[in-house]
Protein backbone atom coordinates (compact mmCIF):
# COMPACT_ATOMS: atom_id res chain seq x y z
CA UNK A 1 0.00 0.00 0.00
CA UNK A 2 1.30 3.32 -0.84
CA UNK A 3 1.65 5.68 1.80
CA UNK A 4 3.04 9.32 2.02
CA UNK A 5 4.34 11.68 4.55
CA UNK A 6 4.86 15.75 4.59
CA UNK A 7 7.72 17.37 6.04
CA UNK A 8 8.86 20.27 6.91
CA UNK A 9 8.56 23.84 9.16
CA UNK A 10 5.86 24.41 11.08
CA UNK A 11 5.64 28.04 11.14
CA UNK A 12 6.65 30.49 8.02
CA UNK A 13 7.42 33.92 8.28
CA UNK A 14 5.53 36.29 5.89
CA UNK A 15 6.84 36.94 2.73
CA UNK A 16 9.11 34.43 3.02
CA UNK A 17 8.67 30.89 1.04
CA UNK A 18 7.25 27.72 2.33
CA UNK A 19 8.71 24.09 1.44
CA UNK A 20 7.38 21.01 2.06
CA UNK A 21 8.42 17.69 1.61
CA UNK A 22 6.46 14.58 0.71
CA UNK A 23 7.84 11.06 0.66
CA UNK A 24 6.72 8.40 -1.00
CA UNK A 25 6.84 4.63 0.18
CA UNK A 26 5.21 1.39 -0.42
CA UNK A 27 5.75 2.02 -4.07
CA UNK A 28 7.62 3.84 -7.02
CA UNK A 29 7.02 7.64 -7.47
CA UNK A 30 7.33 6.54 -10.71
CA UNK A 31 4.70 4.05 -11.34
CA UNK A 32 2.75 4.51 -14.25
CA UNK A 33 -0.50 5.75 -14.19
CA UNK A 34 0.61 8.31 -10.97
CA UNK A 35 0.79 11.96 -10.82
CA UNK A 36 1.91 13.87 -7.51
CA UNK A 37 -0.29 16.21 -5.91
CA UNK A 38 -0.76 18.88 -3.32
CA UNK A 39 -3.99 19.81 -1.40
CA UNK A 40 -4.55 22.66 1.13
CA UNK A 41 -7.17 23.25 3.53
CA UNK A 42 -7.28 26.28 5.92
CA UNK A 43 -8.34 25.72 9.35
CA UNK A 44 -11.94 25.52 9.25
CA UNK A 45 -12.18 25.57 5.49
CA UNK A 46 -12.75 23.57 2.64
CA UNK A 47 -10.40 21.59 0.34
CA UNK A 48 -8.13 23.72 -1.78
CA UNK A 49 -6.07 21.91 -5.05
CA UNK A 50 -2.37 23.46 -5.34
CA UNK A 51 -0.81 21.61 -7.96
CA UNK A 52 0.43 18.52 -9.44
CA UNK A 53 3.68 17.17 -10.69
CA UNK A 54 4.16 13.86 -13.29
CA UNK A 55 7.18 11.58 -12.53
CA UNK A 56 9.16 13.32 -15.31
CA UNK A 57 8.80 16.47 -13.72
CA UNK A 58 5.94 18.33 -15.48
CA UNK A 59 3.73 20.48 -13.65
CA UNK A 60 -0.04 21.74 -13.53
CA UNK A 61 -0.82 24.55 -10.81
CA UNK A 62 -3.48 26.01 -9.90
CA UNK A 63 -3.93 29.39 -11.40
CA UNK A 64 -4.71 31.30 -8.20
CA UNK A 65 -1.54 31.09 -7.13
CA UNK A 66 0.08 32.54 -10.31
CA UNK A 67 3.81 32.31 -10.03
CA UNK A 68 4.38 31.97 -6.71
CA UNK A 69 4.49 28.08 -6.79
CA UNK A 70 7.02 25.62 -7.83
CA UNK A 71 7.14 22.19 -7.66
CA UNK A 72 9.71 19.53 -8.14
CA UNK A 73 10.23 15.67 -8.09
CA UNK A 74 13.85 13.94 -6.87
CA UNK A 75 12.79 10.13 -8.28
CA UNK A 76 16.22 8.71 -6.51
CA UNK A 77 14.57 9.44 -2.89
CA UNK A 78 11.09 8.86 -3.85
CA UNK A 79 10.54 12.52 -3.40
CA UNK A 80 8.83 15.56 -4.31
CA UNK A 81 8.55 18.95 -3.32
CA UNK A 82 6.59 22.19 -2.99
CA UNK A 83 8.11 25.72 -2.35
CA UNK A 84 4.97 28.95 -1.90
CA UNK A 85 6.83 32.16 -1.90
CA UNK A 86 5.85 35.39 -0.59
CA UNK A 87 3.40 33.76 1.82
CA UNK A 88 0.96 35.51 3.74
CA UNK A 89 -1.60 34.75 6.65
CA UNK A 90 -4.06 33.79 3.89
CA UNK A 91 -1.53 30.32 3.37
CA UNK A 92 -1.65 29.31 6.51
CA UNK A 93 -3.34 25.65 5.92
CA UNK A 94 -3.06 21.89 6.50
CA UNK A 95 -0.89 20.81 3.84
CA UNK A 96 -1.47 17.23 2.12
CA UNK A 97 0.47 15.32 -0.84
CA UNK A 98 -1.92 12.52 -2.09
CA UNK A 99 -1.48 10.33 -5.38
CA UNK A 100 -3.51 11.33 -8.29
CA UNK A 101 -4.40 8.67 -10.54
CA UNK A 102 -6.53 9.11 -13.32
CA UNK A 103 -8.22 12.41 -12.04
CA UNK A 104 -9.22 11.43 -8.23
CA UNK A 105 -6.74 11.24 -5.38
CA UNK A 106 -6.26 7.69 -4.07
CA UNK A 107 -3.33 7.76 -1.27
CA UNK A 108 -2.83 10.63 1.18
CA UNK A 109 -0.86 11.93 3.79
CA UNK A 110 -1.51 13.25 7.63
CA UNK A 111 -1.17 16.12 6.49
CA UNK A 112 1.23 19.13 7.76
CA UNK A 113 0.02 22.42 9.58
CA UNK A 114 2.01 25.40 8.27
CA UNK A 115 1.23 28.55 10.15
CA UNK A 116 2.74 31.86 8.25
CA UNK A 117 3.00 34.31 11.17
CA UNK A 118 5.67 36.67 12.64
CA UNK B 1 -14.00 29.82 -12.79
CA UNK B 2 -15.59 26.58 -12.44
CA UNK B 3 -17.26 25.74 -8.82
CA UNK B 4 -18.77 22.43 -7.13
CA UNK B 5 -21.88 23.61 -4.55
CA UNK B 6 -22.96 21.20 -1.85
CA UNK B 7 -25.57 21.79 1.49
CA UNK B 8 -23.45 22.77 4.17
CA UNK B 9 -24.80 20.03 6.58
CA UNK B 10 -27.52 17.40 6.49
CA UNK B 11 -28.71 15.46 9.70
CA UNK B 12 -30.02 12.34 10.06
CA UNK B 13 -30.66 9.32 12.87
CA UNK B 14 -28.94 6.04 12.51
CA UNK B 15 -30.20 3.39 10.19
CA UNK B 16 -31.77 6.14 7.86
CA UNK B 17 -30.68 7.16 4.19
CA UNK B 18 -28.74 10.57 3.51
CA UNK B 19 -28.26 12.13 -0.28
CA UNK B 20 -25.69 15.07 -0.63
CA UNK B 21 -25.90 16.43 -4.24
CA UNK B 22 -22.66 18.19 -5.46
CA UNK B 23 -23.99 21.05 -8.52
CA UNK B 24 -21.71 22.02 -11.43
CA UNK B 25 -21.52 25.78 -11.78
CA UNK B 26 -21.25 25.93 -15.23
CA UNK B 27 -20.76 23.39 -18.38
CA UNK B 28 -21.81 19.57 -17.96
CA UNK B 29 -21.08 17.68 -14.69
CA UNK B 30 -20.84 14.81 -16.78
CA UNK B 31 -18.28 16.00 -18.70
CA UNK B 32 -15.63 15.16 -15.71
CA UNK B 33 -15.90 12.14 -13.49
CA UNK B 34 -17.15 13.02 -9.74
CA UNK B 35 -15.16 11.66 -6.76
CA UNK B 36 -16.67 11.72 -3.32
CA UNK B 37 -14.15 12.02 -0.11
CA UNK B 38 -14.64 11.85 3.57
CA UNK B 39 -12.93 13.27 6.12
CA UNK B 40 -12.90 12.56 10.14
CA UNK B 41 -12.29 15.23 12.12
CA UNK B 42 -8.33 15.19 12.52
CA UNK B 43 -7.87 12.91 9.75
CA UNK B 44 -6.87 13.44 5.99
CA UNK B 45 -9.54 12.52 3.72
CA UNK B 46 -10.53 9.43 1.96
CA UNK B 47 -11.96 8.32 -1.22
CA UNK B 48 -15.18 6.60 -1.13
CA UNK B 49 -16.82 6.89 -4.91
CA UNK B 50 -14.59 7.58 -7.77
CA UNK B 51 -15.62 8.04 -11.51
CA UNK B 52 -19.02 8.90 -10.79
CA UNK B 53 -20.35 5.56 -9.06
CA UNK B 54 -17.18 2.96 -8.27
CA UNK B 55 -16.75 2.03 -4.97
CA UNK B 56 -12.90 1.16 -3.64
CA UNK B 57 -12.22 -1.70 -1.92
CA UNK B 58 -13.35 -1.51 1.63
CA UNK B 59 -15.80 0.85 1.10
CA UNK B 60 -18.82 -0.60 2.21
CA UNK B 61 -21.89 -0.85 0.19
CA UNK B 62 -24.05 1.50 1.92
CA UNK B 63 -21.50 4.16 0.12
CA UNK B 64 -23.02 5.23 -3.60
CA UNK B 65 -22.88 7.36 -6.36
CA UNK B 66 -24.60 8.79 -9.36
CA UNK B 67 -24.95 11.57 -11.68
CA UNK B 68 -28.21 13.75 -12.81
CA UNK B 69 -27.83 15.49 -15.84
CA UNK B 70 -31.09 17.12 -15.80
CA UNK B 71 -29.99 19.16 -12.47
CA UNK B 72 -26.53 19.13 -13.50
CA UNK B 73 -25.21 17.28 -10.23
CA UNK B 74 -23.15 14.57 -8.92
CA UNK B 75 -25.39 12.83 -5.54
CA UNK B 76 -23.55 10.65 -2.45
CA UNK B 77 -26.10 8.41 -0.73
CA UNK B 78 -25.49 6.79 2.41
CA UNK B 79 -27.96 3.92 4.02
CA UNK B 80 -28.22 2.14 7.03
CA UNK B 81 -26.42 4.88 8.43
CA UNK B 82 -24.02 4.41 11.38
CA UNK B 83 -22.49 6.98 13.95
CA UNK B 84 -18.91 6.05 12.32
CA UNK B 85 -20.29 7.73 8.91
CA UNK B 86 -20.76 11.71 10.44
CA UNK B 87 -18.09 13.78 8.96
CA UNK B 88 -17.57 16.01 6.48
CA UNK B 89 -17.99 14.94 3.02
CA UNK B 90 -16.19 16.88 -0.41
CA UNK B 91 -16.93 15.89 -3.95
CA UNK B 92 -14.46 16.33 -6.76
CA UNK B 93 -14.09 16.76 -10.62
CA UNK B 94 -11.83 18.90 -12.93
CA UNK B 95 -12.96 21.73 -14.64
CA UNK B 96 -11.55 25.23 -15.96
CA UNK B 97 -7.59 23.29 -15.86
CA UNK B 98 -8.10 23.27 -12.20
CA UNK B 99 -8.99 19.95 -10.08
CA UNK B 100 -11.90 21.43 -8.27
CA UNK B 101 -13.31 20.20 -4.47
CA UNK B 102 -17.29 20.95 -3.43
CA UNK B 103 -17.84 23.30 -0.89
CA UNK B 104 -18.25 20.45 1.70
CA UNK B 105 -21.07 19.09 3.65
CA UNK B 106 -20.95 17.93 7.23
CA UNK B 107 -23.05 15.13 8.11
CA UNK B 108 -24.16 14.60 11.40
CA UNK B 109 -25.97 11.25 13.09
CA UNK B 110 -28.06 12.14 15.61
Known amino acids: QVQLRESGPGLVRPSETLSLICTVS??????????WAWIRQPPGKGLEWVGI???????YSNSSFNSRLTMSVDTSKNQFSLRLSSVTATDTAVYYC??????????WGQGTLVTVSS | NFMLTQPHSVSESPGKTITISCTGS????????VQWYQQRPGSAPIIVIY?????PSGVPDRFSGSIDRSSNSASLTISGLKTEDEADYYC?????????FGTGTRVSVL
Open chain 2, 92 to 100: QSYGSDNYV
Open chain 1, 98 to 107: ARRVVNYFDF
Open chain 2, 51 to 55: EDDQR
Open chain 1, 26 to 35: GGSITSSRSF
Open chain 1, 53 to 59: ISPGGST
Open chain 2, 26 to 33: SGSIASNY
